[in-house]
Each structure stands twice: as C-alpha cells, then as structure tokens.
C-alpha cells in the first residue's frame, strides 16, 4: 500500500522559531505539495515540487519555504513561526503530471505556534 | 483561475435515507472533478474522480458522483446513508490541459444519524 508519511502527528512551537515539518513518500511519484487546511477555509496550496530541487509556490507561500533534496522527501519550513500559522498541515504525493490517480495524503500535522 | 464552491457547511441526513453534498466549479477548459472524505484527526482519502465519459462516477464505499457540464456541478450522491459515512468531505477540481494542482472547496461536514 502507498504510503505519505508526516514526521509529526502534533507539533507546539514558540512565536519566531525556525519550524521544519517533514514529509516522505514511498512511491517514487515526481510530485509533491503541501497545503493547509483551515476551517471553512478548506485545503489552501502553499508550495508544490515536479521534481528533485525544484519548486513552485502555491495560492499562500508568504512566510514559507520548501526544500526537496532527494525525491522522496519534501520539508516545509516556518522561518520564523507567528500564531496566524496555527494551522492541520497536509503533504500529498502523485505520480507523474496527470492527475489520474488522484493525491495522496498524509495524515496530516497540526501545529499550534504559542 | 480555477475554483470549486459547496455551498452547504454542514449536511444533515437520516441513516438509511438518500444523500447529495453539493459542489460546483469553474474552471478554463475541460476539468478533472474529485471527491475526497477526510476522517477526524486524519488525511484525506480519494473518493471518485471524473476526467472524462460516462457523467456517472462510481467510487469507494458505495458514493457516486454526477458530472453535468450546463450546470457546472459534481454532486456527491448515495442511495443509503450510513452513520459511518459523517466525516469531512471536499471537492476538488483541476483542469485537463497540461500540468496543474488541485484547487479545492471548503469542505462538507455530513452527519449521518441513526
């Protein structure tokens, strides 16, 4: 079974800290995002990566960044975490550029900045 | 741009009794339509999809989906509700020509009670 897997299930930070949350997939696929999820906001796109050291920034990426070192792992990174970031963080995964198959997602990490 | 509107917060039906969550779309050219549920405290998991045929999807755990392309709409359907089915459920919509990501709704919450 495919697999995205989040380092993290809870996360609390302090205001201003360098936050790094951690997504691996086990499938090989090209793509990988990250997106937040708010409520009554839905699933917002923060940033995406077709491939090994490439990204493209999403709908929100102010106050993020991304690092795809090796293609199976993709880190978000909070330079310097404010409370407004409180937020579900969800990685997903596909192979290839068609969107056929669908995303597949982690289970999510929620971080609370205090 | 592309965007995906439901317009029901929340959506309240009998176990037994037929259910339909909303979900209407704009996008440039010819799109791709998905559902996904998300369980508490969890990812989210693929439904259906339509990319292109038969306006009728069939997808996982009983539910269907209706493509009609006049009134720009996706609804979720299934014949018998089950009070397994209450979770979080979001539509997601992408467009065929050449790459893109998945632009997502807000979300449904369905309560399903016995």
């Known amino acids: 079974d495919v697999k995205v897997t989040q380092s993290s299930r809870y996360l609390v930070k302090r205001t201003g800290e360098k936050v790094f949350l951690e997504c691996v997939q086990d499938?090989?696929?090209?793509?990988m995002f990250w997106y937040r999820q708010d409520p009554g906001l839905g699933l917002r796109l923060i940033y995406f990566?077709?491939?090994?050291?490439?990204?493209e920034k999403g709908d929100i990426p102010e106050g993020y960044s991304v690092s795809r070192e090796k293609k199976e792992r993709f880190s978000l990174i909070l330079e310097s975490a404010s409370t407004n970031q409180t937020s579900m963080y969800l990685c997903?995964?596909?192979?290839?550029?068609?969107?056929?198959?669908?995303?597949?997602f982690g289970s999510g990490t929620r971080l609370t900045v205090v | 741009a592309q965007s995906v509107a439901q317009p029901e917060d929340q959506v309240n039906v009998a176990e037994g009794n037929p259910l339909t969550v909303k979900c209407t779309y704009s996008?440039?050219?010819?799109?791709?339509l998905f559902w996904y549920v998300q369980y508490p405290n969890r990812g989210l998991q693929f439904l259906l999809k339509?990319?292109?045929?038969?306006?009728l999807v069939k997808g996982s755990y009983g539910f269907e989906a209706e493509f009609n392309k006049s009134q720009t709409s996706f609804h979720l359907k299934k014949p018998s509700a089950l009070v397994s089915d209450s979770a979080l459920y979001f539509c997601?919509?992408?467009?065929?020509?050449?790459?893109?990501?998945?632009?997502f709704g807000k979300g449904t919450m369905l309560l399903v009670s016995p």
């Open positions: 996008v440039s050219g010819n799109p791709y």
């Open positions: 997903a995964s596909i192979l290839g550029r068609g969107l056929g198959h669908g995303y597949t």
């Open positions: 339509y990319i292109t045929g038969d306006n």
């Open positions: 990566s077709y491939d090994v050291k490439m990204k």
């Open positions: 499938m090989d696929h090209e793509n």
């Open positions: 997601a919509v992408s467009h065929l020509s050449g790459y893109s990501t998945l632009t």
